[in-house]
């Protein structure tokens, strides 16, 4: 079976990624990465900009694509025209596979004028618009900016972008599954809800309650054609989250969740 890691990032030389990876298993490299995806079968990896607007800062190894990233200082500091310009100069590029917004960590709900041009160029060029939703790894960010519901108001008004809701909302389940069920232009994917290394058979069995809560409100919307494995890596272990993936979701539906949603939703040509 092919995977697909939906959502990863990709920022060498930095502190706090180096530490998490170690983490995790792994070393914050281009090699750690290459051997985090053979030790799991992952063909292909989703890059979250955390770099600057420029597209010269987003070239990335062949096995990997990116979503150009919009913090908080981004849109805070730049002239919001130089900004709009150069997210579609990115947008033009076949690596660059959507957006990527962080409320929460920016102090703007979606519904914010703000983003506006950026939902506009995402329904221009065909290219999904991936939201950080749920916790947040800082206690300086906002999450009342980051819960899933915020996510209604736009779906709703911009019904032909394509909108996937990372981390599944956690841990607003529920509301990531109601967001997604009444809005059949949200996806989501499975991102950033395990942490560093685990012994997956002693985390399996203690945190059955959580599993069986997601299974059935995945069960409840049955949207499995819109749901992705991703793993925040450097965050979390890629087998590990193969595993906790495989323990959430109907097998009839591996192939769907693990490769083809990834492939459709961010229109990936292998």
């Not at 989501?188 to 059955?208: N, R, T, W, Y």
């Not at 925040?232 to 949603?261: G, H, M, Q």
Request: aromatic share 12%.
């Amino acid at each position: 079976m092919k995977i697909i890691d939906a959502h990863i990032h990709f920022t060498m030389n930095h502190p706090h990624f180096n530490q998490i990876a170690v983490e995790a298993g792994y070393e914050n490299t281009e090699e750690g990465l290459r051997k985090n995806f053979a030790d799991a079968g992952v063909c292909r990896g989703i890059v979250m900009g955390n770099r600057s607007l420029y597209p010269e800062d987003h070239e990335y190894p062949d096995f990997l694509n990116y979503c150009i990233g919009l913090d908080g200082s981004t849109l805070s500091e730049m002239n919001p025209k130089e900004a709009i310009a150069l997210v579609e100069e990115n947008l033009r590029k076949d690596s660059c596979v959507g957006i990527k917004l962080y409320p929460g960590y920016s102090p703007f709900y979606l519904n914010d004028p703000i983003y506006s041009p950026f939902y506009q160029l995402a329904e221009q060029y065909q290219k999904p618009v991936a939201v950080h939703m749920g916790a947040t790894a800082t206690s300086g960010a906002r999450l009342k900016y980051s819960h899933p519901l915020t996510m209604d108001d736009v779906a709703a008004e911009h019904p032909r972008v394509q909108f996937v809701l990372c981390h599944l909302g956690n841990p607003w389940i529920v509301d990531a599954v109601a967001v997604m069920d009444k809005n059949p232009n949200v996806a989501a994917d499975l991102s950033g809800i395990l942490e560093g290394k685990q012994d997956m058979d002693l985390f399996l069995k203690e945190k059955e309650g959580y599993l069986a809560h997601i299974r059935t409100w995945l069960q409840y919307a049955e949207a499995y054609d819109r749901l992705m494995y991703g793993t925040d890596w450097p965050l979390a272990n890629e087998r590990d989250t193969v595993a906790f993936t495989k323990a959430i979701i109907p097998e009839k539906y591996w192939e769907a969740v693990f490769c083809e949603n990834a492939r459709r939703i961010y229109q990936l040509k292998d």
